[in-house]
């Protein structure tokens, strides 16, 4: 069992910026890769980073040169650095583990971007 524990969400103005993060427990994370998703009200879960073992990183089209993703072995921790937020990236916030012993969903973290 892997547990992850995300923090950093908030409420942030237009054009701001806010840094999550995503610890995770046990001695695997750094073989696993490890996902953001995001859910907005009224739609469904969507992938917005990933990055892999290797650090290799994936970004949805919409949040490209906006958001970066990064992690850090020592600390276990996957981060998702935000700026230039915008209204419609306000959502609940999700990371996700997967490697050994499986796949393992965060609780959530709400980001609201509002004036």
């Known amino acids: 069992q892997v547990q992850l524990v995300e923090s950093g969400g908030g409420l942030v103005q237009p054009g701001g910026s806010l840094r999550l993060s995503c610890a995770a427990s046990?001695?695997?994370?750094?073989?696993?890769?490890m996902d953001w998703y995001r859910q907005a009200p009224g739609k469904q879960r969507e992938l917005v980073a990933s990055?892999?073992?290797?650090?290799?990183?994936h970004y949805v089209d919409s949040v490209k040169g906006r958001f970066t993703i990064s992690r850090d072995n020592a600390k276990n921790t996957v981060y998702l650095q935000m700026n230039s937020l915008k209204p419609e990236d306000t959502a609940v916030y999700y990371c996700?583990?997967?490697?050994?012993?499986?796949?393992?969903w965060g609780q959530g973290t709400q980001v609201t971007v509002s004036s």
């Open positions: 996700r583990f997967t490697g050994v012993p499986g796949l393992f």
């Open positions: 990055i892999t073992s290797r650090f290799s990183t």
């Open positions: 046990g001695n695997s994370f750094s073989r696993a890769v």
